[in-house]
């Protein structure tokens, strides 16, 4: 599928309420409004494929930006062209989009350490996103690196630009979720910085805060000691019942019975529960018992 044909595809993808949507969410210029779920679809199709995608980006058309970002193989793209498209960007989805594939290529390091520093919000908010991405798929980075990013966080958040502002945020939650050593340090931090106030338009978005986000991490992480499960109970906590369980019989004392022609009571020790009776019960003891002096009936 070349170009052409691929926009093509787009439009007839695309429905007017997703355009109505995506212009809520700040897409602006042309756009085909196409779902998450069919570009996926069509992603899947067509990758990989890096030269289509470096013609669906040239067509500025929003999801045919989408639909590169997603077909691009990142070992096949240089630092310069990700330069390009991030100086290009002008809204949040497509900006995530673009960082999510930075973060996969050999540049990321170079370029998420570069954009952070950048004054312009979208390309700052995607140098965050580089490192928050790196940090979600395993990459490692040295501590003293970490404690600094947090030093820059605490310091910039709250004078930074709107999205990038939102991508600190984010950045703060990563470092918590990914290095165990630092997570009472990031908690400490997200306490000093407190709430972070990001206009998300005409959305009813509102950012995750970055102390809580990170206590429940903290919490999930947190080896838990379990006991031997009793009844109705799992290693993972209280089960409830099933629906029809089998009774539980309660162990029942021997009767007593006032044996004839004596005051004394007769108290049979038979498991069978049957009065005194001179034969052997069948666990071989004596069902008279003593001193009882009348004949006891079966």
Known sequence: MNAAQALKKLDALGTAQNRKIYARHGVRGECSGVSCANLLK????????????????ESENHDARLLATMIAEPDELAAAELEAWARALDNYALTDAVAKLAARSPHARKLFARWIASKKEWIASAGWGVFSWMLHSGTEFPEDDLQELLATIEKHIHTSANRVRYAMNGAL??????????????????????PVEVDHGETGSTPPAGGEYNKTVAAHHTPKTTARAGPFESSRGLCPPPRFSAPTWPRRPAPVWSAPGTARPCRCSCRWRRRCSPAPCRSGRPRRAAGCTGPCSP
């Open 173 to 194: 939650i990563g470092i918590g979720v990914a290095s165990a050593p630092l997570r009472a340090e990031t908690l400490a931090t997200a306490r000093r910085i407190g």
């Open 42 to 57: 069509l992603a899947k199709e067509l990758a990989p494929d890096t030269e289509l995608a470096r013609a669906l980006w």
